[in-house]
């Protein structure tokens, strides 16, 4: 009896080994195979990520050769560097929303009793640029067109505005 029950415990442990190495070895396939597909469909996903932000950045100066060449060759002889010029114009532009009445580039006056700043700023070339602005209530867009001065100073124009209805 002593003989039997050791050769069925032997069987058992043999066959739980065998059950074991089967389940652990398909488990590592499994896991490579799943790992494979996860991380293909990762990188299709951020290559997809990827050609829609080149779109988007299609128009905007830090892009544009054309515009940034504009830069170099003025005819001042001065050659501005763009990375600087995105900023400053930029901070020049926002500045301009500490006016009591609001900035006088969104291209529309007061309406009630809140004032229209410009909240976001893109600068698409050498020459214009299109802006977000509101009042907390009443949205819109201008697009401005702007001027580097001979004396590193920046004027801007209102060329279109418009809001959007509640």
Do not use: C
Not at 33 to 46: A, G, I, P
Not at 116 to 128: A, D, T
């Amino acid at each position: 009896m002593k003989k039997s029950l050791l050769l069925y415990a032997f069987i058992l442990a043999l066959l739980f080994n065998v059950y074991t190495y089967m389940f652990l070895s398909k488990e590592v396939t499994f896991e490579q195979d799943r790992y494979k597909k996860v991380t293909t469909k990762l990188k299709d996903s951020l290559n997809s990520v990827k050609n829609k932000l080149v779109d988007a950045n299609y128009f905007s100066l830090e892009k544009n050769e054309n515009a940034q060449n504009y830069f170099e060759s003025s005819n001042s002889g001065k050659i501005i560097q763009y990375e600087k010029l995105i900023p400053f114009v930029t901070e020049k532009l926002l500045d301009y929303n500490s006016n009591p009445n609001g900035n006088p580039y969104v291209g529309q006056d007061k309406i009630g009793a809140n004032k229209f700043i410009i909240n976001k700023v893109k600068i698409l070339n050498h020459r214009w640029i299109i802006a977000d602005f509101s009042d907390g209530e009443i949205w819109g867009e201008v697009l401005l067109k702007y001027f580097v001065n001979d004396d590193d100073s920046i004027t801007f124009e209102v060329k279109q505005s418009l809001l959007y209805q509640k």
